[in-house]
């Protein structure tokens, strides 16, 4: 009877261990991992991505990467002065007069008590492009960017000597020039639509419209409120405000929970709300591999790891965890400012972090992750030493089966 003894299972594990790329595998191992950030050519290296060693300083730094903010951009200055009229606007001009008889007063009507209507209201007129309305024995009025009650004064010197005492009300109906447009994800088709529609900007079912602002001044919520407030869940709902050539993006979830960020809205503004849902990929030995959400305020690398299930114990390598990233180019210059791919806007670059460390506990509470960011857990070695002997075990073990019922039945 031939005896197999353990050094020679382990030995023959070695030799089959050269064949652990054919090996099942959730993917690449931790020193695959690093030497993959290069690759041979005939002239040298070249560099596939940047490996970054997360500690405290690279935390740092990455909290200088630039981020969004209304406040930061467009400033919260007082609400603007009372608005004014402008092209586009819907003007309706009413004149009263202090007798019957006159242009825009009826007559006396005899033997009633009645003396006859004294004023007249013009039909509603959108103001045209050179900013000017008509009015009857008035003429062409200069409106745009003047403020209703100036306009009623002008009238009312222009009808002087023409109507009796005549006093003018000049009404917008349609403030066109001074709204906002909302766009996205806008809950237009409730209560909200029917509001904006009664103070004169109808919004259509399709999330979108023009909300016209209040004299007092509105907030950017306030006009999200007027809107129908957001269809989508708040905590995947972000905010695009244009002014301007300048844009900004936050999450709604920093307008409520930082009023400072609710800023006033100016006439002309564009509002979109986009809903972004954040996610971020667990790959590799970890106890869930798929897509997890997270909310728009982000989460750190710490409960990124207890989402997708922790490591595992029995096949995760601590020394391997690994979140791969585009960054831009100009968070990548101050962690590698020599680096040979700085030539592109985004930079693909993969951070390790050593689970062994237990100062690792604190960085990964620090570390942010971001939306599509893929964390990645290689296998421990000693994990790929016993797929190995799994293998051989399969191989080896008819033959064993067979050398015992032999000697069994000698």
Same mark, same amino acid.
Do not use: H
């Given at each position: 009877?031939?005896?197999?003894?353990?050094?020679?299972?382990?030995?023959?594990?070695?030799?089959?261990?050269?064949?652990?790329?054919?090996?099942?595998?959730?993917?690449?191992?931790?020193?695959?991992?690093?030497?993959?950030?290069?690759?041979?050519? /005939?002239?040298?290296?070249?560099?596939?991505?940047?490996?970054?060693?997360?500690?405290?300083?690279?935390?740092?730094?990455?909290?200088?990467?630039?981020? /969004?903010?209304?406040?930061?951009?467009?400033?919260?200055?007082?609400?603007?002065? &009372?608005?004014?009229?402008?092209?586009?606007?819907?003007?309706?001009?009413?004149?009263?007069?202090?007798?019957?008889?006159?242009?825009?007063?009826?007559?006396?009507?005899?033997?009633?008590?009645?003396?006859?209507?004294?004023?007249?209201?013009?039909?509603?007129?959108?103001?045209?492009? /050179?900013?000017?309305?008509?009015?009857?024995?008035?003429?062409?009025?200069?409106?745009?960017?003047?403020?209703?009650?100036?306009? &009623?004064?002008?009238?009312?010197?222009?009808?002087?000597?023409?109507?009796?005492?005549?006093?003018?009300?000049?009404?917008?109906?349609?403030?066109?020039?001074?709204?906002?447009?909302?766009?996205?994800?806008?809950?237009?088709?409730?209560?909200?639509?029917?509001?904006?529609?009664?103070?004169?900007?109808?919004?259509?079912?399709?999330?979108?419209?023009?909300?016209?602002?209040?004299?007092?001044?509105?907030?950017?919520?306030?006009?999200?409120?007027?809107?129908?407030?957001?269809?989508?869940? +708040?905590?995947?709902?972000?905010?695009?405000?244009?002014?301007?050539?300048?844009?900004?993006?936050?999450?709604?979830?920093?307008?409520?929970?930082?009023?400072?960020?609710?800023?006033?809205?100016?006439?002309?503004?564009?509002?979109?709300?986009?809903?972004?849902?954040?996610?971020?990929?667990?790959?590799?030995?970890?106890?869930?591999?798929?897509?997890?959400?997270?909310?728009?305020?982000?989460?750190?690398?710490? &409960?990124?790891?207890?989402?997708?299930?922790?490591?595992?114990?029995?096949?995760?390598?601590?020394?391997?965890?690994?979140?791969?990233?585009?960054?831009?180019?100009? +968070?990548?210059?101050?962690?590698?400012?020599?680096?040979?791919?700085?030539?592109?806007?985004?930079?693909?670059? +993969?951070?390790?972090?050593?689970?062994?460390?237990?100062?690792?506990?604190?960085?990964? &509470?620090?570390?942010?992750?971001?939306?599509?960011?893929?964390?990645?857990?290689?296998?421990?070695?000693?994990?790929?030493?016993?797929?190995?002997?799994?293998?051989?075990?399969?191989?080896?073990?008819?033959?064993?089966?067979?050398?015992?019922?032999?000697?069994?039945?000698?």
């Amino acid at each position: 009877m031939v005896r197999v003894g353990m050094p020679a299972v382990l030995a023959a594990a070695c030799l089959i261990g050269g064949c652990s790329s054919f090996l099942p595998a959730a993917g690449p191992t931790a020193s695959a991992v690093v030497e993959g950030a290069d690759v041979a050519t /005939d002239q040298g290296l070249l560099a596939r991505y940047e490996l970054v060693d997360v500690d405290a300083a690279v935390v740092e730094a990455l909290r200088g990467r630039p981020l /969004d903010s209304l406040l930061a951009s467009f400033g919260d200055r007082r609400p603007s002065v &009372q608005p004014v009229i402008g092209v586009g606007d819907a003007v309706t001009v009413t004149i009263w007069e202090a007798g019957s008889g006159g242009l825009f007063s009826g007559p006396a009507i005899a033997d009633r008590f009645s003396t006859g209507s004294k004023s007249s209201s013009i039909p509603e007129q959108v103001v045209a492009r /050179d900013g000017t309305i008509s009015v009857p024995y008035a003429g062409r009025i200069k409106v745009a960017g003047r403020r209703a009650p100036d306009v &009623q004064a002008q009238i009312e010197q222009e009808l002087a000597g023409k109507a009796i005492q005549p006093q003018v009300l000049v009404t917008v109906n349609s403030p066109l020039s001074t709204s906002v447009t909302v766009l996205g994800e806008a809950a237009a088709a409730g209560g909200g639509a029917r509001l904006a529609a009664a103070r004169g900007g109808p919004v259509s079912n399709l999330g979108g419209g023009r909300v016209p602002l209040t004299e007092k001044g509105d907030r950017l919520l306030d006009v999200i409120a007027t809107a129908g407030g957001v269809s989508a869940p +708040v905590n995947e709902t972000f905010v695009r405000l244009s002014r301007g050539p300048t844009t900004a993006t936050v999450p709604l979830t920093a307008v409520v929970s930082n009023p400072r960020e609710n800023i006033f809205l100016r006439p002309g503004d564009t509002l979109t709300l986009v809903r972004d849902p954040q996610t971020f990929l667990a790959v590799g030995a970890t106890g869930a591999n798929y897509e997890i959400p997270f909310s728009a305020e982000g989460i750190t690398l710490a &409960q990124a790891l207890a989402k997708s299930g922790g490591l595992r114990d029995f096949q995760a390598d601590p020394a391997g965890v690994f979140i791969f990233r585009f960054e831009p180019a100009s +968070v990548v210059r101050r962690l590698r400012p020599s680096s040979a791919l700085l030539s592109s806007n985004f930079v693909p670059v +993969v951070y390790r972090i050593n689970m062994r460390d237990p100062n690792s506990l604190f960085v990964s &509470q620090a570390f942010r992750m971001r939306n599509r960011d893929l964390v990645y857990v290689s296998n421990a070695p000693f994990t790929e030493v016993q797929k190995v002997l799994s293998v051989f075990s399969t191989v080896t073990s008819p033959i064993a089966s067979g050398a015992s019922l032999y000697s069994a039945t000698r």
